[in-house]
């Protein structure tokens, strides 16, 4: 009996040393403060300049906060986010975040998360559910409103023009938020004039090789056409790479709509080789981490939480004084 006794006594000493070793918070052991929140974050890949910068911002913004950060790359592979997802699960994190690469395939992983007791925020892209519960938030774009303002900017630089105007379209990764609502978005602006056809439609998956390869086919396929609207910044640096080789004047021969921001667009905007580029901001981390720790103390976050964004255009007189941007 006194050996049990012992041994018990042993056991308490131990487990004590080992819960004192877990991070209490800040240097220096404050007794009153919270121990730092664990966020898993998976994010989709490195494909574009946007998600450079927001990996960037993901990493920065953790710092900030004295968020301690698991982050996993996916490289573009919807399998590698959902194993990512279940890594945070068994390591036991506080919060989970994820751009998801494409909308459909999460309901059973998510269900894993909720199971286990984890929130899960959407950084930047969304998912579509069976059950919206297995979701807590989203913090991103309005990508539809995205896809207006270039409808809109269009609707504007065509206003005299003398007959159709003929647009071809590269788009992103198909079956993701930004590709379905830029695209939907887009339309609704121009559908009621007849004006204005798409005469050509691909998806570019969101890379500059990609962006490259389709406008040499839209030239093969589809002919000179007067618009490109392509939906992000890195296919567009690349159709323009074919257009130049081609012979053609970007910004004049046809005019070119794009979508993020980056600063090789914007540099392109001010030569006037890019007519309009809709801004997408990719610094969405402090309204994520900020939203991770209101979640971990258990208080409830709004449904949709949306950047704030513009549009930059050769309408604009002071295109040229754009400041410095975020990649
Ligand atoms: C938009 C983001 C898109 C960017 C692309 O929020 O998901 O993915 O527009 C990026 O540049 O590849």
């Given at each position: ?25 800040p ?9 730092p ?57 506080d ?22 007791g ?8 969304s ?41 071809a ?7 993701s ?24 439609s ?21 002919g ?5 609207y ?98």
């Amino acid at each position: 009996m006194k050996r049990l006794a012992v041994l018990f006594a042993v056991l308490a000493v131990a487990v004590a040393a080992v819960i004192l070793m877990l991070p209490r918070g800040p240097e220096g052991g404050d007794k009153g403060a919270e121990r730092p929140i664990i966020l898993g974050f998976s994010q989709l890949g490195s494909e574009s300049g946007w998600r450079i910068g927001n990996t960037r911002s993901v990493i920065t913004a953790a710092q900030r906060a004295g968020v301690q950060l698991m982050f996993k790359n996916a490289e573009q592979k919807q399998e590698n986010q959902i194993d990512a997802i279940r890594s945070f699960i068994a390591y036991q994190v506080d919060v989970i975040a994820f751009a998801p690469i494409v909308e459909d395939g999460w309901d059973n992983v998510l269900r894993e998360a909720k199971d286990a007791g984890i929130p899960v925020i959407c950084s930047d892209r969304s998912v579509i559910l069976e059950d919206d519960s297995l979701i807590t938030g989203f913090v991103g774009s309005d990508f539809y409103l995205e896809g207006v303002r270039a409808g809109e900017y269009l609707l504007k630089k065509m206003a005299d023009a003398p007959g159709p105007v003929r647009i071809a379209e590269i788009s992103g990764t198909i079956d993701s938020t930004p590709m379905r609502y830029r695209a939907l978005g887009f339309r609704d602006i121009i559908k009621d004039d007849p004006l204005f056809e798409i005469v050509y439609s691909q998806s570019g998956d969101f890379l500059r090789s990609r962006g490259k390869e389709v406008m040499e086919d839209i030239l093969i396929t589809a002919g000179p056409v007067d618009v490109l609207y392509s939906h992000n910044d890195s296919m567009t640096l690349g159709a323009i790479e074919t257009i130049e080789q081609k012979g053609l004047n970007p910004g004049k021969d046809m005019v070119i709509i794009s979508v993020d921001g980056e600063q090789g667009a914007i540099d392109l905007l001010k030569q006037g080789k890019i007519n309009c580029v809709v801004e997408c901001t990719p610094m969405l981390c402090d309204m994520i981490m900020d939203l991770a720790q209101r979640l971990a103390r258990g208080e409830t976050i709004d449904r949709i939480t949306y950047s704030e964004e513009t549009v930059f255009s050769d309408f604009d007189p002071d295109v040229l004084s754009i400041p410095p941007r975020w990649y």
